[in-house]
C-alpha cells in the first residue's frame, strides 16, 4: 500500500484500509498492517529526512519505489516501535528480496543499519530472530 499511494497520490486512505482488509482476512494482522501504513504515512516527513540523511549521496527520488518504501517502513519500525533492530532489518531484507532488484537488499540493509539508533543496539543484544512466518510485516 505504501507503494501504491507512493506512485498514485490520489489513493484514499479508506481505499487503502479497504484494500488491506481484503488482502488480510485476520482481523489483526490487518489492523497490524493499517497501523504500520498509517505510521508511516503520518510520520512519512521526518522517515525521508532520516532516510536521505542516512543515504550519502542517493536522493528519495533516485531510489526505486519498491526500495523506497522498505526503507520508510523499516525506518518507522527502528524509530517508533518496540520491535528489535534485528528482526526490523531482516524483514526489510526480506521484503527487498521479494519485491526489489538484485541490489535492494544490501541497498536496504546498508540503510536500515545506519538508522539504527545506539540506544536500541544495547537494548537489542542478545535478541534472537523471530521466524517470518510469526512476525508480520506489511508494504
Do not use: C
Request: aromatic share 6%; no cysteine; hydrophobic share 40%.
Amino acid at each position: 500500500m505504501l507503494y501504491q499511494l507512493d506512485l498514485n497520490e490520489d489513493v484514499a486512505p479508506d481505499a487503502v484500509r479497504g484494500m488491506i482488509q481484503e488482502e488480510l482476512r485476520d482481523e489483526t494482522l490487518a489492523r497490524f498492517a493499517w497501523s504500520l501504513f498509517a505510521g508511516v504515512m503520518e510520520a512519512r516527513k521526518q522517515l525521508d529526512e532520516r532516510i536521505a540523511s542516512a543515504a550519502a549521496n542517493w536522493s528519495l527520488g533516485r531510489m526505486p519505489p519498491t526500495d523506497r518504501n522498505v526503507l520508510r517502513l523499516g525506518a518507522y519500525e527502528l524509530l517508533f516501535t518496540e520491535t528489535p533492530h534485528r528482526v526490523v532489518i531482516d524483514e526489510a531484507l526480506e521484503l527487498a528480496k521479494t519485491y526489489g532488484t538484485a541490489q535492494s537488499s544490501a541497498f536496504v540493509n546498508g540503510i536500515l543499519d545506519r538508522m539504527v539508533p545506539s540506544e536500541r543496539r544495547r537494548a537489542d543484544a542478545g535478541v534472537s530472530r523471530t521466524p517470518a512466518s510469526d512476525t508480520p510485516s506489511a508494504e
